[in-house]
């Protein structure tokens, strides 16, 4: 974003998010993640929240900063140059901390919303089951209400930061009818009897931040670690997916951006044919069109970060955010490709990061909602808006010389 927009605040903050992963950051645990040597790097939680930049838009008295999304995404963005695995640990406190901002008691706001800012508790969000995560209502985890308890069964899968987690978001189907968005609930699962996390190998990109299979075998929830309504899963639904969409696309712009810089600069030292390579326009125009892309990817997100804090939830947030999803990470996924060809068979190599950049942002068009999905909810809400009012501005339908020639116009 030019500074020339941003508030001195945002600036600020903008730079302590640069600051630390300029300089709080081990390169030799970037390596280690990516080599799976690291399985969850508990380090850089506890990092992050000494530095006070976990959980910014929630209110200080948990230890959030009070903050809107206009500035969350600053961050993100800065954060997002680490790569796809550390960028999502540093989301999940924003993205689990919204269910229990907006839906949790004064109690779990206490006892969870707390220590997660404070980095000394670790989360993930269970959402996505073996049977399928685009159907998401379709979720087959049962819970069944005891007299002091839920009694939790299923598993989920691919679920990060599983390995390090103390405490678990999860949805399950609480009433045995009923179609799925009126009967599933949401519960806060501490790690403990009957929850059992299974390492997933053999992840192309993402790596070494705990993704894992969790199985929940008759696991006793208290009843108070219910969140928001029983069977009301399908609201908190919604209101998580503002934060799990706009931190993958937050988080995009930054991967996107430093494999832009590393192959500009690339272009700018190696030679072919007596020249430097971005002289050749098919070099620079790549960069040229990166960079437009880029650019414009950037503004749909902090633009949809205004909107979200401006109106809140709603159907035109939606349709806001999964464009925001789909297009940033589309885009991060065209950046990065085109940086491995601007920089040939070297890019390709771990001499420099591309290939790990490009493994990474391949995920983010699939995970939190895939662009397909983001597709689905786009065209949804955009008819549903369209549809329940007459023509905008002006009816430029009528614009036309033979417009009243009803008879041709046959819809069926
Ligand atoms: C490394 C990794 C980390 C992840 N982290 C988490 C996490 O922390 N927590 C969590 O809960 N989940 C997580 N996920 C799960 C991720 O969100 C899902 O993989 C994703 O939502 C897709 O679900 P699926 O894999 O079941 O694919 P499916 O739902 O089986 O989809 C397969 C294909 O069908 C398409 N499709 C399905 N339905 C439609 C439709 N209606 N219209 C058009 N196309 C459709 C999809 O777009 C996709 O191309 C993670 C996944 C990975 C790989």
Known sequence: MSDALLTPQQRDLRDEARAFVRHSVPRQLLLDMDAEQVRYPHQYIEDLAQHHLLGLRFPTAYGGRGLDWSHEVLALEEIGVLGASLACLYSLPSIVGEALHVFGTAEQKERYLKPILAGKLTVAEALTEPRGGSDFFGATTTMTRQE????????????????????????????????????????????????????????????????????????????????????????IFNQMMIPERMTSAAGALGLARAALEIAARYSNQRKAFGQKIREFEGVSFKIADSLTRLDA????????????????????????????????????????????????????????????????????????????????????????????????????????????????????
């Open 148 to 235: 002091d308890c839920y009694i939790l069964n299923g598993q989920k899968r691919f679920i990060v930061g599983a390995e390090g987690a103390d405490l678990f978001l999860v949805y399950a189907r609480s009433k045995e009818d009923g179609a799925g968005h009126t009967a599933i609930s949401t519960l806060l699962v501490e790690r403990g009897p009957g929850v059992e996390v299974q390492h997933v190998y053999g992840l192309m990109g993402t790596r070494g931040g705990g993704t894992g299979r969790v199985y929940f075998r008759n696991v006793q929830v208290p009843l108070h670690n219910l969140v928001g309504k029983e069977h009301g899963g399908y609201e």
């Open 297 to 412: 990817a950037r503004a749909l997100v902090y633009h949809t970060a205004r909107i979200i804090d401006a109106a809140g939830n709603s159907g035109y947030v939606r349709r806001m955010v999964s464009e925001a999803k789909k297009f940033a990470t589309d885009t991060a996924w065209a950046v990065v490709n085109d940086a491995m060809q601007v920089m040939g068979g070297i890019g390709y190599t771990n001499v420099y990061p591309i290939e790990r950049l490009l493994r990474d942002a391949r995920l983010m068009t699939i995970w939190t909602g895939t662009n397909e999905i983001m597709n689905l909810v786009i065209q949804h809400e955009y008819y549903r808006q369209l549809l329940a009012q007459p023509a905008s501005a002006r009816d430029v339908e009528a614009d036309a010389l033979n417009a009243d020639a009803d008879g041709e116009k046959i819809f069926e």
